[in-house]
């Protein structure tokens, strides 16, 4: 299914006149990997270095190098970081506390999440709470963390949990809510229970919804995952920044800028294709007739 | 048989009502293909839950075969117009008629002779392993025949089920459920607000008045052979008695 908007905008034969040097790259790409793909990954490819380019040519001749300092500085800052390994173990601290943090208010998001939504009278009991709670970003939550759980893992762990809570509870709770009347009395009239309904019916249908408030909640994470560490922990990412900022070391800074984005681009990509892989039957939101 | 007694549906609180249907009387006869026709907001589909089994009536009474409805019924299985929403998405064409079979604990040996036959009977045993969203308007609602088919009820009710069809899929699909019904022998209740679509398919059309108090105005007997071509004088002059008789309640619906 996918390969069909794939083929719809494969992007023109070389025309004539184009010179070889430049087609000839597109050539092969399409070759490899087909057209479209081939053509947008060129594209993104040529976005990053004209970002970069920019980056070099403000930072050397528009602003103070010691405030944006420019990328080759900022990679050869990164390379004793990468050598000693010390990027990676605070990568890995980090994305140990978003994973158990976001797996946790996961799971716990979707059965809550999937209860509120089928039983009316919980529903209505919980959700006042809900929609006040919501408001309480994980940041706003740090200061009383820190006092209950301390600078430890607890305390992270608990606000990546918090924050994913609440955005997977109500997507969860919005695609039950949402699953068709059609097709829950058409199962009904088929001869399923009001138990089967709710399991074979409406827990798939709702899977559209509950993965796009997992990504969301993956998102922000990640977000959320810094603020705590600059302001409650002696190891990941954010605490990388905050002494990285103690020590004037901007470049340090940027490194570890880059690293969060690079992380959560790749964790966004690995969620993606084990969605793509294992949940692509139920990820069609309802077809239009 | 089914049998519709003094029927009256009213929606909404005790300040704010909406009387949908006034007082309906209507038997069904088994085997009759029975067309409820009527302008939109003619409380026809609301007739039709009620018969499933979805709404209880207000007041009155529905009997399936004596034994009054009270709820979704093995015997009666509904068509929605709406096949994308009906059928389940995540399930290939065979898995969504399997569903059926499942729920009703039929047992396993027979699932596959009994998907065969009803896929076949629609036509589509040759795209068995396609998801819904890789068929065509017409081929859904053939997927929906198909599996409401396969738990063999009696009655099939059916809810606008082509009105979201072009023209020509929808002259094919009469073709195909008037086939099925001549050779399954099933009681057919089917809503439409199209008079010839009424007039191509029906043993009997119940025309029923734009709500609120929504009745059954009037029955009429199609006493004609199929296929019933709308260029036969006969045929067009039932057409034009019908729409003279929906006018008034057309004028009064805008």
Not at chain 1, 40 to 60: E, K
Not at chain 1, 109 to 120: F, Q, T, Y
Not at chain 2, 110 to 132: A, E, T
Request: proline content about 6%.
């Amino acid at each position: 299914m996918a390969n069909v908007r794939d083929s719809n905008s494969a992007a023109p034969a070389a025309k004539p006149g184009i010179k070889p040097g430049i087609a000839s790259p597109f050539r092969w790409l399409r070759a490899r990997i087909g057209a479209g793909r081939g053509q947008s990954l060129i594209l993104s490819m040529v976005s990053l270095l004209f970002a970069g380019l920019i980056w070099h040519l403000l930072s050397t001749f528009v602003f103070n190098p010691f405030l944006i300092p420019p990328p080759l500085e900022v990679f050869y800052a990164a390379i004793p970081m990468i050598k000693s390994g010390e990027i990676f173990a605070d990568v890995a601290i980090s994305t140990t506390r978003v994973l158990v943090g976001f797996l946790t208010g996961s799971l716990v998001g979707i059965v809550a999440g999937v209860l509120l939504g089928r039983i009316r009278v919980l529903h209505d009991l919980f959700d006042p709470i809900i929609e006040l709670l919501r408001y309480l970003s994980p940041t706003a939550m740090i200061p009383i963390a820190v006092i209950w759980f301390g600078i430890g893992e607890m305390s992270k762990y608990f606000l990546i949990f918090w924050g994913t809570l609440f955005i997977v509870l109500i997507n969860t709770i919005a695609g039950v809510g949402r699953t068709p009347i059609a097709r829950q009395r058409a199962a009904e009239c088929l001869g399923a229970t009001r138990l089967q309904i709710f399991v074979l019916v409406v827990i798939p249908s709702a899977v559209p919804y509950i993965v796009t408030g997992m990504r969301i909640a993956m998102a922000s994470s990640f977000m959320s995952v810094i603020p705590a560490e600059i302001l409650a922990a002696d190891s990941g990412i954010g605490y990388l920044l905050q002494k990285s900022s103690m020590l004037l070391q901007t470049p340090r800074i940027f490194v570890a800028l880059i690293t969060i984005c690079v992380l959560g681009f790749i964790v966004d990509r690995i969620f993606r294709f084990f969605v793509d892989r294992v949940l692509a039957r139920y990820m069609s939101f309802v077809a239009v007739t | 048989m089914l049998r519709v007694t003094d029927v009256r549906k009213v929606f909404g609180t005790a300040h704010d009502t909406y009387i949908a249907l006034d007082n309906v009387s209507l038997d069904i006869a088994d085997g009759e293909f029975l067309c409820l026709l009527g302008p939109s907001g003619c409380g026809k589909s609301t007739l039709l839950n009620i018969l499933a089994g979805f709404e209880p009536p207000t007041s009155g009474s529905v009997t399936a075969d004596g034994a009054p409805v009270t709820g979704a019924g093995r015997d009666r299985v509904m068509c929605f117009q709406d096949a994308g929403s009906a059928l389940f998405p995540w399930l290939t064409v065979e898995e969504n008629v399997r569903f059926g079979l499942r729920v009703r604990k039929i047992p396993k040996a027979g699932w596959d002779s009994i998907i065969d036959k009803y896929l076949r009977m629609v036509d589509l045993d040759r795209h068995r392993r396609k998801f819904p969203a890789q068929l065509s308007g017409g081929m859904r609602q053939r997927l929906q025949i198909a599996r409401m088919l396969a738990v063999e009820p009696q009655v099939l009710l059916m809810d606008e089920p082509f009105a979201a069809l072009d023209a020509l899929t929808r002259r094919h699909m009469h073709a195909v459920l008037l086939e099925i019904w001549q050779r399954t022998g099933k009681t057919i209740v089917f809503v439409t607000h199209d008079i010839a679509e009424a007039i191509s398919l029906a043993d009997r059309i119940g025309m029923m008045s734009v709500g609120p108090r929504s009745v059954i105005t009037k029955m009429i007997d199609v006493d004609m052979p199929r296929p019933r071509d709308l260029t036969n004088p006969r045929v067009a002059q039932l057409f034009n008695e019908i729409e003279a008789l929906l006018a008034p309640d057309l004028a009064r619906a805008e």
